[in-house]
């Protein structure tokens, strides 16, 4: 799984990004990946987000590009009308009243819903993620890991797992945290996941190195996640910064001329830095690794907050794999 998340380059395009291969040649985003070794993409999904963007008339529309392309498609539910993260997992407006019992439903038929809407135009996904980075559960407060207490988000990840098998059963489940900073964590919450009888097919992780700590630690985690559950893993986002400078009003999310040790914000620290990622995951047994929103450069108009899209900017423009004018950075490859 040489994986890209390209959930914002729809946007992108539609206000007029160009992007450029490393010969300096316009050419289609996606291709200029499948050049580069990306042989799947992932795409989040909003239920009801204000932007008109990564909802799911949107999220057909991409899956169609994508298996175009010859990749196989990852669907990253948030179930929020915005973004799903360790800090936060606001429910859908549509969902804000109800409680676990009928959460469990809407989690259920909305899963079931988007997945055979892709089945039904020919682009079924590959695997599927109920939830993103839920470290403590998602639909909160009702579905938050409270006390150790696990009860009401297995429902709810039944309920996802139930409803994507049942459209496809074929697809793979993948449970997504950000608990690759440390093995007490993970242990902690796939411990409570399993005791409550949830089944999943891939466990997913992010690793950023400048908020998870070094690969010596990643490498353990994978390992130990990996035959602790006896399930495939996979790095489902990591990135690493090709400036330290900023392209707009909006605060970069990572900040300085080395953000980790040995590993300059230049292009060439960065590629560096994603293969070094990809080495450690591999030698540790993980199946792949995923790129976040290598193709969301700062193309005004692109912000990150849904509900004011114009009038925010982008926290991820040093971040990307293209630079501010849409050159790739031609030393980003990404390696079986």
């Known amino acids: 799984m040489r994986g890209a998340d390209v959930s914002s380059l729809r946007r992108s395009v539609d206000l007029g990004a160009r992007y450029y291969n490393a010969a300096g040649a316009q050419a289609d985003p996606l291709d200029i990946l499948k050049s580069a070794g990306v042989n799947y993409a992932r795409l989040r999904i909003w239920n009801n987000p204000a932007s008109g963007y990564n909802n799911l008339a949107k999220v057909l529309l991409d899956a169609q590009k994508v298996k175009s392309k010859g990749l196989a498609l990852m669907v990253d539910f948030h179930y929020s009308d915005t973004w799903a993260d360790p800090g936060k997992q606001y429910k859908p407006a549509a969902w804000a009243g109800h409680t676990i019992g009928t959460l469990q439903s809407d989690v259920y038929n909305y899963t079931y819903q988007v997945c055979t809407a892709l089945r039904n135009q020919g682009t079924t996904p590959d695997s599927v993620q109920i939830g993103n980075e839920i470290n403590v559960g998602m639909l909160w407060n009702d579905g938050k890991v409270v006390n150790n207490d696990f009860t009401n988000l297995s429902l709810l990840l039944k309920a996802g797992y139930n409803a994507v098998k049942a459209c496809n059963s074929g697809t793979k489940v993948i449970i997504h945290t950000a608990n690759a900073d440390n093995v007490e964590h993970a ?28 690969l010596a630690n990643l490498y353990y985690v994978i390992g130990d996640t990996r035959s602790r559950y006896g399930k495939p893993v996979v790095l489902a986002e990591t990135a690493y910064p090709f400036t330290a400078a900023n392209a707009d009003s909006e605060p970069n999310s990572v900040n300085g001329s080395a953000p980790c040790s040995g590993y300059p914000a230049t292009w060439s620290g960065q ?43 982008n926290q991820w423009d040093n971040m990307a794999i293209f630079n501010w004018t849409g050159q790739v950075n031609p030393n980003v490859v990404w390696t079986p």
């Open 271 to 313: 590629a560096t830095n994603f293969t070094h990622v990809q080495n450690t995951a591999r030698n540790a047994g993980a199946i792949g690794v995923f790129y976040w929103e290598p193709t969301w450069y700062a193309v005004p108009g692109n912000g990150w907050d849904p509900a004011n899209i114009n009038g925010t900017g």
């Open 187 to 214: 242990r902690w919450f796939y411990d409570g996941i399993r005791a409550k009888g949830v089944t999943w097919d891939i466990t997913g992780l992010s690793y950023y190195c400048m908020w998870h700590g070094d």
